[in-house]
């Protein structure tokens, strides 16, 4: 069984360009979740795919968007970069149901915004 | 939305020693989260629990779901328990696909 990974490892981007983070899910989970975790703080949820449509939306602009592929890898874009983008990107795979299933998070994307 | 707070934010203590951190949340809901962060930003999911106790190790997680209270022990505290542990729960009291709202964390650091 493998465990959630996540591609690239870190990035740095200039403000106004777009990312693509990829994640692939744990063997098995159709159910990713995708958070933002700025500097000291704790993760803030962007958004979940289910069977590759997205089934629920955190407090985040539409230039942030995803989609889940049939294999349930993930991907996240952000369009039009600020520098309040720069974060680590964690995403989260699981069985649905948060309350019931356990998350398994990747390592995650660190994204420099200059 | 469920709001979730943690205690101590900060917490030094020597090798050995008993630790406890608390995480409290205001929506009632079915599980709780404790994750562990280690510099360089990677989280591992240490517990999911719904009622009662969990151990896995040296470290033990209790929850009060009437209290809405949970808390994590690490006994005989080591110094590669050094990290930033992390309490998080469903959002909304329905769960779903509202994702998760995550304590500040904990940065625990056990000195030798």
Not at chain 1, 25 to 51: C, D, E, K, M
Not at chain 1, 100 to 108: D, K, L, N, T, V
Not at chain 2, 45 to 69: C, D, P, V, W
Request: glycine content about 10%.
């Amino acid at each position: 069984e493998t465990g959630v990974t996540q591609s690239p490892t870190h990035l740095i981007k200039t403000r106004g360009q777009q990312v693509t983070l990829r994640c692939s899910s744990q063997s098995g989970h159709n159910t990713v979740s995708w958070y933002q975790q700025a500097l000291g703080q704790g993760p803030q949820f962007i958004f979940q795919y289910y069977r590759e449509e997205e089934n629920g939306r955190g407090n985040f602009p539409p230039r942030f968007s995803g989609l889940q592929f049939p294999n349930y890898s993930s991907e996240l874009n952000v369009n039009a970069l600020e520098l309040d983008d720069s974060a680590l990107y964690l995403c989260a795979s699981s069985l649905p149901g948060l309350s019931s299933y356990e998350q398994y998070f990747g390592p995650g994307t660190r994204l420099t915004v200059t | 939305k469920n709001e979730v707070e943690q205690s101590p934010q900060n917490l030094t203590a020597q090798e050995g020693e008993f630790i406890t951190i608390n995480c409290s949340y205001s929506v009632g809901i079915s599980a709780l989260h404790w994750l562990q962060q280690h510099p360089g930003g990677g989280i591992v999911s240490l517990f999911m629990l719904s009622s009662g106790k969990k151990k896995h190790g040296r470290l033990i997680a209790t929850i009060n779901i009437q209290e809405k209270h949970s808390s994590l022990h690490i006994t005989a505290s080591h110094p590669r328990d050094s990290a930033v542990y992390i309490c998080a729960v469903p959002s909304y009291s329905g769960g779903g696909a509202d994702g998760l709202t995550f304590g500040k964390g904990t940065h625990l650091i056990i000195q030798p």
